[in-house]
């Protein structure tokens, strides 16, 4: 087969069209390649033992055997260690929570005497006042953490305030920011924790993904797990943040 040179410039475009479509599927097939699995956005995680995760330095926490995945460490320890120069001590309570973790807190808060007579889904409204059903918490990514209380009064003290005040001035600039901030703005979900910092530039990924990948069916194996649908566990609460 020969082609005349006035066929040229056909040729040319048919070539690019070609590129184009190439160009697009290629995209496409990387957008559609998840970072993240099922697992791991579920918390069906050990971070002892998986190589993405990295032990927090007894020094910064509460007890040891506190995971982050490496990225977060790094960019929490350089917060630690900004805050030290302004003579602000930063402690995690908590950082990584597997699913098991969250469903012995989840099932725990579920059995408490005070429930006695309750219908699960107020229940449930209840306890996710402040805790996740297990399966949708931040604490499964290894991106969140919890700093030096787990209490809002504790930010209202000199103390507690310096802290706060730290964390909102110089969190965001290594990618922290407070998600469960006032609802006043209209977010849905959890109550205030101005304890609860998560890394962005991950957490953000995370939750992307979870919202492709994640559906209810998938959130399970926990008491009263029979109501993520009609309480919209993923919309109210998964994505009840503030952005
Ligand atoms: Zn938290």
Same mark, same amino acid.
């Given at each position: 087969?020969?082609?005349?040179?006035?066929?040229?410039?056909?040729?040319?475009?048919?070539?690019?069209?070609?590129?184009?479509?190439?160009?697009?599927?290629?995209?496409?097939?990387?957008?559609?390649?998840?970072?993240?699995?099922?697992?791991?956005?579920?918390?069906?995680?050990?971070?002892?033992?998986?190589?993405?995760? *990295?032990?927090? &330095?007894?020094?910064?926490?509460?007890?040891? =055997?506190?995971? @982050?995945?490496?990225?977060? /460490?790094?960019?929490?320890?350089?917060?630690?260690?900004?805050?030290?120069?302004?003579?602000?001590?930063?402690?995690?309570?908590?950082?990584?929570?597997?699913?098991?973790?969250?469903?012995?807190?989840?099932?725990?808060?579920?059995?408490?005497?005070?429930?006695?007579?309750?219908?699960?889904?107020?229940?449930?409204?209840?306890?996710?006042?402040? *805790?996740?059903? &297990?399966?949708?918490?931040?604490?499964?990514? =290894?991106?969140? @953490?919890?700093?030096?209380? /787990?209490?809002?009064?504790?930010?209202?003290?000199?103390?507690?305030?310096?802290?706060?005040?730290?964390?909102?001035?110089?969190?965001?600039?290594?990618?922290?920011?407070?998600?469960?901030?006032?609802?006043?703005?209209?977010?849905?979900?959890?109550?205030?924790?101005?304890?609860?910092?998560?890394?962005?530039?991950?957490?953000?990924?995370?939750?992307?993904?979870?919202?492709?990948?994640?559906?209810?069916?998938?959130?399970?194996?926990?008491?009263?797990?029979?109501?993520?649908?009609?309480?919209?566990?993923?919309?109210?609460?998964?994505?009840?943040?503030?952005?």
């Amino acid at each position: 087969m020969t082609f005349k040179k006035e066929q040229y410039p056909r040729m040319t475009l048919v070539m690019l069209c070609l590129f184009s479509i190439l160009l697009i599927s290629f995209s496409s097939l990387i957008r559609n390649n998840n970072s993240y699995t099922k697992d791991e956005l579920l918390g069906k995680i050990n971070p002892a033992s998986d190589p993405n995760f *990295s032990e927090i &330095p007894s020094k910064c926490c509460i007890r040891s =055997g506190m995971y @982050l995945r490496i990225e977060v /460490l790094d960019a929490f320890l350089e917060l630690y260690k900004n805050a030290e120069d302004e003579n602000i001590k930063l402690v995690v309570i908590s950082a990584t929570r597997p699913f098991h973790h969250q469903k012995s807190i989840w099932d725990k808060k579920w059995e408490r005497s005070q429930y006695m007579g309750w219908q699960d889904f107020e229940k449930a409204r209840d306890i996710l006042k402040y *805790s996740s059903m &297990p399966g949708t918490s931040r604490h499964h990514w =290894g991106t969140d @953490l919890d700093l030096n209380a /787990l209490e809002n009064s504790y930010f209202e003290t000199k103390e507690g305030n310096n802290v706060y005040d730290f964390l909102e001035r110089c969190g965001g600039e290594l990618g922290f920011a407070q998600v469960y901030t006032s609802k006043s703005n209209g977010r849905t979900g959890y109550e205030e924790e101005k304890w609860h910092w998560s890394y962005m530039p991950v957490s953000s990924v995370m939750l992307e993904e979870y919202n492709e990948l994640i559906t209810t069916k998938d959130i399970d194996g926990f008491n009263g797990s029979a109501i993520v649908d009609s309480i919209q566990i993923i919309a109210n609460f998964v994505n009840g943040i503030t952005k």
